[in-house]
Nanobody
Framework: QVQFVESGGGLVQPGGSLRLSCTASRTAFRVYVMGWYRQAPGNQRELVATITPGGSINYADSVKGRFTISRDNPKITVYLQMNSLKPEDTAVYYC?????????WGQGTQVTVSS
């Protein structure tokens, strides 16, 4: 059962921008903390940013000032605007609802930052 539809990944040069979006299929996710995690080859999955239904936001230190997370509750959609991208941002980005340990996951979208 597909829980999320993700889009927006791709190949971008260093310094460029991408916008990821994730739309949930279940209205129940409107009350979940939603967010984005990423996993690079050989690394563990790590937090990028989360946002509560009320709009409280948490960012990983590595993306503060460059990435912006937002959500549209009626559309059950969460966005990640990524600016000033660096090669070290290259990873598969996963949409999540409910947290790292017990949450629900999207299929992932590849982001590659390379010249």
């Amino acid at each position: 059962q597909v829980q999320f539809v993700e889009s927006g990944g791709g190949l971008v040069q260093p310094g460029g921008s991408l916008r990821l979006s994730c739309t949930a299929s279940r209205t129940a996710f409107r009350v979940y903390v939603m967010g984005w995690y990423r996993q690079a080859p050989g690394n563990q999955r790590e937090l990028v940013a989360t946002i509560t239904p009320g709009g409280s936001i948490n960012y990983a230190d590595s993306v503060k000032g460059r990435f912006t997370i937002s959500r549209d509750n009626p559309k059950i959609t969460v966005y990640l605007q990524m600016n000033s991208l660096k090669p070290e941002d290259t990873a598969v980005y996963y949409c999540n609802a409910g947290g790292l340990e017990y949450g629900y996951w999207g299929q992932g979208t590849q982001v590659t930052v390379s010249s």
